[in-house]
């Protein structure tokens, strides 16, 4: 008998790490596309150099929030986002085909999802841990 689902039951299927890999990858944005509700966009980063070349990831930047503090933090990842690439943020400069190095971690609150923590150019290489 042939097992179409590839295991034998999903009880035995563990769920992956939501989000990007942990570490520090070069991206580029595949995709931005306005939420359901008007109240941000949703980003699509690819990482196209390294060993996990090819892994996507979303991000949701709500930049009108209920919460003020919700929304000036999504307003200062697109500035991030800006800084990073050399290019305004705005509806006649739009996200799509910029390339920029982030830094992902953990998230503190839900460790089974990762969050991006640094927006840096694309050519950023990490400090080697050398002394000298």
């Known amino acids: 008998m042939t097992n179409l689902y590839g295991v034998e039951s ?21 995709g931005e596309e306005a939420e359901k509700d008007g109240r941000g966009v949703v980003v699509e980063y690819e990482i196209v150099a390294g060993e996990f070349k090819g892994k996507t990831g979303k991000q949701w930047i ?7 503090q919700t929304a000036n933090i999504a307003k200062q990842t697109l500035k991030r986002i800006a800084d990073a690439t050399g290019k305004p943020v705005s509806p006649s400069a739009p996200l799509k085909g910029r390339v920029l190095t982030i830094e992902v971690r953990q998230q503190k609150k839900n460790p089974d999802y990762t969050e991006i923590s640094k927006y840096l150019p694309e050519n950023y290489e990490a400090p080697s841990n050398a002394p000298f």
Do not use: A, S
């Open 10 to 30: 999903t009880d035995d299927v563990q769920y992956d790490r939501q989000g990007l890999p942990i570490g520090t990858h070069k991206v580029m944005i595949i």
């Open 62 to 68: 709500l930049t009108l929030h209920d919460n003020p």
